[in-house]
């Protein structure tokens, strides 16, 4: 009689499913490298598998935009979250109990720290600050800084400097707020990438996909004519007619 034996099922170790807000995700090194992963650089499986345990770790759903790894040329690769993540993560935790922000200006010789991010009139916005509360710490964890630290002076940067400074502190408060949630993770604003960096790179993969997508696409091949009863002879058709 014959014997089955069942052949060794060989598992994807790179694999990971975890939970995210309800859904489950579910990565792998090849996943990330060619879905979530920005840039024309190459990355490693360190890299990956630091990004892939970090997204577990915090619950993060790249799908959503929540994250994703950029890597330009022989710079590190940087992974980069969304500030929504961040407020997520943080209001999740128990001990949360709010944060204040705002800008900070010169205005009559004078620095100010304002609430939100309306600058007054003839006031020079210079920072931005934020406080992070947690019912289980004495004091707020504060962020203050420094707009020429962070001003990419291109994208929208040039449009929206006070939203932009403000987020910067709100993400380093919440980071220091809470280290065990949001340690080594960053927005892109504070990533050494800029805005356009990304869009370029990001078209260029999609140019390249589509042209290749193009490329593997069969020529179609031209139905045969026909010719009416009395066509001409294709020789005839090739000698020049000369009328007088």
């Known amino acids: 009689m014959a014997t089955t034996t069942n ?12 939970l995210a807000a309800g859904q489950e995700v579910k990565l792998s090194y090849n996943i990330v490298r060619n879905y979530l992963t920005k840039g024309n650089g ?21 799908f959503l935009n929540e994250a994703y790894l950029i890597k330009f040329g022989n710079q590190p690769a940087q992974m980069i979250v969304s500030k929504e993540a961040y407020l997520k993560r943080a209001d999740a935790c128990p001990n949360y109990e709010g944060m204040q922000s705002g800008i ?18 003839k006031a020079q916005l210079v920072g931005g600050w934020a406080k992070v509360y947690r019912s ?24 929206k400097k006070a939203t932009m400074i ?12 809470f280290p065990s949630q949001l340690g080594a993770m960053y927005v892109q604003d504070e990533a050494n990438v ?20 193009q490329a593997q696409k069969p020529t179609p091949t031209p139905a045969p004519t026909e010719q ?9 058709a090739t000698e020049p007619h000369i009328e007088f």
Request: a negative charge; glycine letters at 2%.
């Open 166 to 177: 403000e987020k910067v502190a709100q993400v380093q408060a919440l980071r220091t707020a």
């Open 7 to 18: 052949a060794p099922q060989v598992a994807d170790k790179a694999a990971v499913t975890y």
């Open 104 to 121: 900070i200006v010169v205005m009559n010789d004078e620095i100010l720290e304002l609430e939100g991010g309306f600058i007054p009139a």
């Open 42 to 62: 190459e990355v490693s499986d360190s890299d990956l598998m630091q990004f892939i345990s970090v997204c577990k770790f915090n619950q993060l759903n790249p």
């Open 194 to 213: 800029s805005d356009v960096q990304v869009l370029e790179t990001t078209l260029h993969k999609v140019n390249e996909e589509n042209a290749e997508a």
């Open 136 to 159: 289980d710490r004495k004091f707020p964890c504060i962020a203050k800084v420094n707009l020429s630290e962070y001003d990419k002076k291109q994208s929208i940067w040039s449009e």
């Open 228 to 236: 009416p009863p009395h066509a001409p002879s294709a020789k005839a």
